[in-house]
């Protein structure tokens, strides 16, 4: 019936099977609705005990991620009317371990970003006496696009380096790293040398560049992780030129 | 705590996706060029000197190999053109340089430096 | 606070430069956007944080706060947190009612909690509806819109909140305009209002999902529009497939924030000893009855930072809680939900069904303009929804991350927040800011010149009151349109 649609949608609860099955839901179909509205319906009328997390439903908290016919997306941006009449798939983001139904163990991510210590490193001292930073429009066009990452981790489910490595730091954290060394407040190229340049940091990236194609807020981490490989080399370079000087 | 559920990556997660795919190819080529950088290094090596392999150069087989490799070694250059605006970036004040401009500029100085080997080969 | 959002009457700063402006003045210093508060606070080894424990009650004893319980909900394993002090940072809760800018956690979690440990809610009837909410979804379309120049226009093509004593209309070429605290700048309250009045008489666009005027911003044209409210542009286009550079934009009132909530003092100080609250679950009250643009960012920073420092002082005063009374709490709140939620028989009552009752009862009695008969019809509702809600049962039993034991908790919470409303909201007869009655439509200073504060009971909450302090501005007559 071209009125309604088809969710098939990954359930796993491990309290009371050892194994993940799909269960199909069918709802009216609207043609305003997000996937999301379905998955809220269905928790709402059919199902209570289906499991996902959303908050704002406008993408801009980054909760909703999951993968829709095989495509990490975020459920309240994705349109059913995209794939009406065709049956829509919904499984947790991939290369995340499952703790139930859509919801992922994102642990590894929320250790992997402080490593990279994101946040400004100030070159001295800075007492609020001294006032407030200014910086020009140009200044914040440098790391603007890098600091629209909502942590979604779309770009993890979708980078197969992670997919196959999980010790691989992965595009959101390092396209943070590179946010705050383009920010002109911030001092910490070097402080941030360690984790970025490590074997599982930038050299581990092989520029698949789905990262970029799947980020919801064109953040672009696999040019922020090729400009950390550019401005990582170059440091290198200098230090053998100039050992005490010289960074990029 | 209960029991997560893990998803190993498949072998075949590359045949997934057309994405996925063309970046296995991508990758690939750096094989298809160090495969022909030992074959030249082998004529050089024989200098013409081994008949057979001269013979092997001159052969059907081998302009197909040729053109196979550089068809790979194009989509590689191209890729690698394509990557120059990510780590260039170029700006004029808060605005950003035009990125199919600096890899048109790196595709036009590619064109113009072939051309110049080229030149000074065959002529 | 997205970029580039604007106090009403261009009083916040921002770093987008003007459109079309001079070279000298784009390369001209300007305020930045504030660094990622989470990624900033990641640099504080002092800082533990429990991700996704979700509070289920504040733990009292010797008339003090001395820590919360928590369940962890991956596991929905119950944990108890012993503290000398606690701060509540919980947000506000729009989810109350039915359409709303707010996100799924809004729901006034933290305000409940206070409430059931006999602190007070203060001004709860106090509830802003932001006049540009997104037709059908409700999604915030910022106040940036009108402070570039954005116009609202009825379904006649018509600036109609020129009829409502909020200014005279320049003209969108004006040099001057925006003006400042004139038509489309003027408060949220007197925009919403004005709203409901032109819906009345049939002069908004009609649409089964709700009614909605237009928001236009052609005349700012794209480049004014890419630069300054990019996101506006980028919500329009995707949620209601119109872009604003060429069609105006559907919107509506919608429940925004709420002036009301935690009864503090000026250092974020409950009644309770060790409780502190801040921001929007809190009410010093820094925003009345009508909060302007941009105030709750100022909120968040000054008293985030005043309660920050008066719960170190009164942690470093008191002893720390002692296990027993620790594992004593966590044992009971187990106990509370197993035999409960956990453990009764369907009962046909559900989660959505409670909650989608609650909302629709807070609309229609407790919405832009209130009367007494409305009023007495949601607060008997919501005695129901009380009743109801004892006989709720889960349908998901698993201890593992379970969204519905967590729906349910915060429906009750929920319900608290509605009742507080609702009963101040009927004690205040006069209008005052965003309460407005239909039956008593003028300030009354004399009789209620006072923060309300709803006081939880056994039945129905008691509303108190409690003087407002004057200092240096009086109140006087609310006059806009001063061109």
């Excluded at chain 3, 003007?18 to 930045?32: H, I, K, M, S, T």
């Excluded at chain 3, 819109?145 to 226009?153: F, K, N, Q, T």
Aim: charged share 25%.
């Amino acid at each position: 019936m071209s009125d309604q649609t088809v969710l098939e949608v990954h359930r796993y609860l491990p309290d009371e099977d050892a194994e993940p099955r799909f269960q199909s839901y069918e709802v009216t179909y609207k043609e305003k609705w997000v996937v999301l509205d379905a998955m809220n319906h269905i928790k709402a009328e059919i199902d209570p005990t289906l499991s996902f997390r959303w908050s704002c439903r406008m993408g801009i908290c980054g909760s909703c991620g999951m993968m829709v016919n095989g495509e990490p997306k975020l459920t309240c941006e994705t349109f059913i009317r995209d794939y009406h009449p065709d049956t829509i798939k919904v499984e947790p983001l991939t290369h995340f371990p499952v703790v139930r139904d859509l919801v992922i163990n994102m642990e590894d991510f929320m250790e992997k970003l402080p490593s990279v210590s994101p946040w400004l490193i100030p070159a001295e001292d800075e007492p609020l006496e001294d006032g407030e930073h200014q910086q020009t429009p140009a200044q914040v066009a440098q790391y603007q696009r890098f600091s629209m990452c909502i942590n979604c981790m779309l770009c993890y489910s979708a980078c197969p380096v992670y997919g196959l490595d999980s010790k691989f730091t992965g595009p959101a954290a390092l396209a943070l790293a590179q946010r705050y060394n383009l920010d002109s407040r911030d001092d910490g190229h070097g402080h941030r040398a360690d984790a970025v340049t490590a074997h599982e940091g930038i050299w581990e990236s092989t520029y698949v560049g789905e990262c970029t194609q799947v980020c919801p807020k064109g953040v672009d981490p696999a040019g922020a992780i090729q400009m950390l490989k550019l401005s990582y080399a170059l440091d290198w370079a200098k230090s053998l030129v100039m050992p005490r000087g010289g960074r990029t | 705590m209960s029991q997560e559920l893990t998803r190993p990556l498949p072998r075949t997660w590359w045949l997934k996706k057309a994405s996925y795919f063309l970046f296995m190819i991508r990758e690939l080529t750096s094989l298809a060029v160090f495969a022909y950088a030992l074959l030249l290094i082998l004529a050089l090596w024989t200098a013409g000197a081994d008949a057979s392999f001269s013979t092997f150069l001159n052969s059907p087989v081998s302009v197909w190999l040729h053109v196979v490799v550089l068809a790979l070694a194009l989509f590689h250059t191209g890729t690698w053109i394509a990557l120059t605006p990510k780590v260039m970036v170029l700006w004029r004040d808060d605005e950003r340089v035009e990125p199919d401009l600096i890899a048109g500029v790196t595709a036009i100085l590619f064109l113009m430096v072939t051309g110049g080997v080229l030149w000074l080969t065959l002529a | 606070m997205e970029p580039g959002t604007r106090r009403q009457g261009r009083g916040s700063a921002f770093w987008w430069d003007e459109a079309g402006e001079d070279l000298v003045r784009r390369r001209q210093n300007r305020l930045p956007p504030p660094p990622h508060p989470f990624q900033t606070s990641l640099q504080f080894d002092g800082v533990t944080r429990y991700d996704e424990w979700f509070v289920t009650s504040l733990i009292v004893a010797d008339g003090r706060c001395q820590g919360v319980t928590a369940i962890e909900i991956r596991t929905g394993e119950m944990h108890s947190i012993g503290a000398g002090s606690v701060i509540l940072c919980t947000g506000g809760g729009g989810r109350v009612y039915p359409f709303t800018t707010n996100g799924n956690i809004k729901t006034g979690d933290g305000m409940a909690l206070a409430y059931r440990a006999g602190v007070p809610l203060k001004d709860m009837e106090f509830v802003q509806y932001h006049p540009t909410g997104l037709r059908g979804t409700g999604i915030l379309i910022t106040e940036a819109a009108r402070g570039e120049g954005g116009i609202l226009v009825n379904n006649e093509g018509r600036r109609y909140l020129q009829d409502y004593d909020l200014g005279l209309p320049l003209d969108i070429k004006d040099p001057n305009h925006p003006h400042k605290r004139t038509m489309e700048l003027d408060p949220r309250d007197r925009l919403s209002q004005a709203f409901i009045k032109e819906r009345a008489a049939g002069r908004t666009f009609q649409d089964p999902d709700g009614d909605y005027v237009h928001l236009d911003i052609r005349h700012l044209g794209e480049r004014t529009i890419d630069r300054k409210i990019p996101m506006v542009r980028e919500l329009a286009v995707r949620y209601v497939g119109i872009d604003p550079v060429n069609q105006p934009i559907p919107v509506r009132t919608v429940v925004h924030y709420m002036m009301g909530g935690i009864d503090t003092d000026i250092n974020c100080a409950t009644s309770l000893p060790g409780l502190f609250a801040a921001g929007e679950c809190a009410c010093v009250s820094v925003n009345g009855a009508n909060r302007l643009g941009s105030n709750s960012l100022t909120e968040i920073l000054v008293f985030g930072a005043r309660a920050g420092v008066a719960a170190v002082d009164h942690a470093g005063q008191v002893p720390p809680p002692s296990r027993q009374l620790l594992e004593a709490a966590r044992r009971a709140e187990q106990a509370r939900l197993e035999d409960t939620l956990f453990q009764r028989n369907g009962s046909g009552e559900t989660v959505a069904g409670i909650r989608a009752d609650l909302q629709r009862s807070l609309e229609e009695g407790a919405g832009i303009f209130r009367d007494q008969q409305a009023l007495e019809r949601t607060c008997a509702i919501i005695a129901e929804l009380k009743r109801r809600y004892q006989s709720l049962a889960l349908a998901d039993r698993s201890q593992t991350f379970n969204t519905e034991l967590i729906a349910a908790l915060e429906l009750g919470a929920m319900i608290d927040v509605g009742e507080a409303i609702a009963h101040s909201a009927l004690a205040r007869t006069e209008s005052r800011g965003s309460h407005q009655r239909t039956d008593h439509p003028h300030r009354d200073n004399d009789r209620f010149l006072k923060h309300s504060l709803a006081y939880r009971g056994e039945g129905d909450p008691r509303i108190g009151y409690r003087d407002v302090t004057i200092t240096r501005w009086p109140p006087s007559e609310r006059v806009y349109g001063n061109v």
